[in-house]
């Protein structure tokens, strides 16, 4: 049995991988703002990191909530769970939205009353509509997964060991017709970024990765699992193994796979990545990633071109690194604003609404 498996203990790696994954998707939309080439190279598969959230977050859902629907769903545990994760996501992603649609009206982009509607309900992304803070429609296609979590974890926790593969395989055979069917640059074969609002086919993209982390989370449960997490360098070799794919570019189907594999090897907090992903500052970027997600697009489009204005006029800090700490330190100042202003007061009174404080296995 995994080290890790009481749900109240956090698993600091996981909540800094989330953070690393957030800085990165962040840093793949502020990449025009970077003039080096070398480090567009690096961040161009920064799209997968959403990828990395949903396996990430089917891990989480599964340490975290597993024992509320082992035995049977009951309406009661169902209420409460998605009570829970409603106050972990909505109120800030409330204020997301109203920024996304702030930033809209500043760019006098129409945005029609029924769109403003499906996203403040967080169901744009079921093929409705676009989001108005365009990042939102992995929020909103989560929520599918977490609708589907009391059935989804049932499947998991009690089917028999041989199944996982086959969930495993089916999950990524879903990943590579998705890479296929929707080609965004036909030179470039195997990216897996959907882009179209009006179809299912993002929920497909989300919960395929939710199921996975689910998987991981069984695996990790085993005495080969939780050997693969005591290890000091399984999790290493995953990370150098995917950072080198993203490098050369490879095929998004030949880097998607580790990722639950590398949540694995983090799943015990041991190893050298572990350590690193659990310090201090890498650590506070987990705990920041969501509003740092949430906002990032709106700071990008409604707070960026004012420094850009304010820096062409003072001299030396007008040089690309100097502008580009400013961006940077602007968001992080945002995010933490919105973490301790929205965030986390308003978890913490709807969960004292149902009577329960227990922190998450990762500050998600």
């Known amino acids: 049995m995994s080290a890790k498996a009481n749900k109240d203990a956090e698993i600091r790696a996981l909540t800094g991988l989330r953070g690393a994954a957030a800085i990165f ?16 190279w ?4 920064g799209y997968l990191s959403v990828d990395i959230f949903f396996v990430l977050s089917g891990f989480v859902m599964a340490v975290t909530y597993h024992r509320l629907f082992l035995k049977m769903i009951t309406a009661k545990a169902f209420g409460q769970y998605i009570w829970l994760r409603v106050a972990r996501i909505w109120p800030l992603y409330v204020v997301a939205v109203i920024a996304g649609l702030a930033v809209a009206t500043f760019r006098n982009l129409p945005i029609p009353p029924h769109s403003i509607l499906f996203n403040i309900l967080m169901i744009q992304g079921w093929g409705l509509a676009p989001s108005i803070n365009t990042p939102l429609w992995s929020v909103s296609t989560e929520f599918v997964a977490y609708l ?4 989804l974890i049932s499947i998991v926790a009690r089917g028999p060991r041989f199944l996982l593969l086959f969930i495993y395989l089916g999950c990524l055979l879903l990943v590579s017709y998705l890479t296929r069917i929707v080609p965004l640059d036909p030179t470039r074969p195997g990216i ?38 005591s290890s000091h360098w399984a999790g290493a070799a995953i990370a150098a193994a995917i950072s080198i794919l993203f490098i050369v570019n490879a095929n998004d189907l030949l880097i ?3 990722f639950p594999i590398l949540i694995i090897c983090l799943a015990q907090d041991k190893g050298w990545l572990a350590k690193a992903l659990g310090f201090y500052p890498v650590h506070w970027l987990g705990v920041l990633s969501f509003a740092l997600y949430a906002l990032h697009h709106p700071f990008l489009y409604g707070v960026e071109p004012f420094i850009s204005h304010m820096t062409r006029g003072l001299g030396r800090l007008t040089s690309p690194a100097a502008y580009f700490g400013l961006t940077v330190a602007g968001l992080l100042l945002l995010s933490i604003t919105a973490h301790f202003a929205v965030e986390r007061p308003a978890r913490l009174l709807m969960r004292r609404l149902v009577g329960r404080n227990t922190p998450p296995a990762v500050k998600d």
């Open 42 to 45: 690096v961040l161009h598969k």
């Open 148 to 151: 589907l979590f009391p059935i």
């Open 192 to 229: 897996l970024a959907i882009a179209d609002p009006y179809s299912l086919l993002p929920v497909f993209r989300c919960v395929a990765g939710f199921v996975l982390g689910l998987v991981a989370w069984r695996i990790s449960q085993t005495k080969s699992g939780a050997a693969m997490a």
């Open 25 to 40: 998707v962040a840093a793949f939309h502020f990449r025009h703002l970077i003039t080096e080439p070398h480090i567009h």
């Open 256 to 258: 998607y796979p580790l």
